[in-house]
């Protein structure tokens, strides 16, 4: 008998040493932290995050007996296999993401995919998306929505995938939905400020979940000059254009 693949959420914070159960318990229902708990192997892209985690959940084994093993964006292809072996012997493992989602804009879907591949039992648990979040509360399209990952670093291919992403969302009539690193978050909004048309509608959603958490949609040309207050913090990026005929 194979073993099940569950896939852990994490909180959308900073894992630390303040973290602790009631916060968990914020945004990780009961059920979850229940199974949380009983596993004793783990995938996970950090160990010393993942401990704080583990321990505020409160595992039913000593910390220090729970296996984890690397699964990040350097993991090899040829790991994999190494990595699923407890399941297909019969043992359930955890996969655990940093923040959120685990094979959400993270690591883990070859590994998810493979699973599949060999038969076993996937099982994804409820917990914050941030990129959920924001578009439920962006005010814009919920019912066409694309999440297009990171955007270039490079100024000039910024501005151009910008441009195409904006001329799609306006002909789809689709809110795109993107992310950034923390501390180029300011040279994003800066770059879709001075970009997008300015009747185009942008949402930032930062700090999701925490007590710092600000979400807001506005017209693009009025987040001008606001970036740096979003330096070195979660956030994620939304724009829906006008249709062509309803430009502002």
């Not at 699923?84 to 959120?100: C, F, T, W």
């Not at 690591?107 to 994804?124: D, E, F, Q």
């Not at 506005?218 to 970036?227: E, I, S, T, V």
Request: hydrophobic share 45%; net charge positive; charged share 20%.
């Amino acid at each position: 008998m194979t073993g099940t693949v569950y896939l852990v959420p994490n909180t959308l914070g900073a894992l630390d040493a303040s973290v602790d159960a009631q916060a968990i318990a914020a945004v990780i229902p009961p059920a979850v932290r229940d199974i949380a708990a009983t596993l004793d192997y783990y995938l996970v892209e950090n160990a010393k995050t993942a401990r704080v985690f583990l321990k505020a959940v409160g595992t039913r084994a000593p910390i220090q007996q729970i296996e984890m093993q690397v699964l990040d964006k350097n993991t090899p292809a040829a790991d994999l296999d190494r990595l699923l072996a407890p399941a297909l012997a019969g043992r359930d493992i955890g996969v655990l993401s940093e923040a959120g989602c685990p094979a959400i804009a993270d690591p883990g879907a070859p590994l998810v995919r493979l699973a599949h591949a060999k038969s076993l039992r996937v099982r994804p648990l409820v917990g914050p998306s941030s990129i959920l979040l924001t578009v439920m509360g962006s005010g814009l399209s919920g019912q066409s929505f694309a999440f297009v990952g990171y955007l270039p670093s490079d100024p000039g291919a910024r501005t151009q995938r910008l441009k195409e992403l904006e001329e799609r969302s306006r002909r789809e009539q689709q809110t795109q939905v993107c992310i950034e690193t923390p501390y180029r978050n300011a040279a994003l909004l800066e770059a879709m400020a001075a970009t997008l048309q300015p009747g185009t509608d942008v949402c930032v959603g930062t700090d999701l979940t925490l007590a710092t958490e600000s979400i807001q949609t506005l017209p693009a040309a009025q987040w001008r000059g606001r970036g740096a207050a979003l330096q070195k913090r979660p956030t994620v990026f939304a724009l829906l254009a006008p249709p062509a005929a309803a430009r502002r």
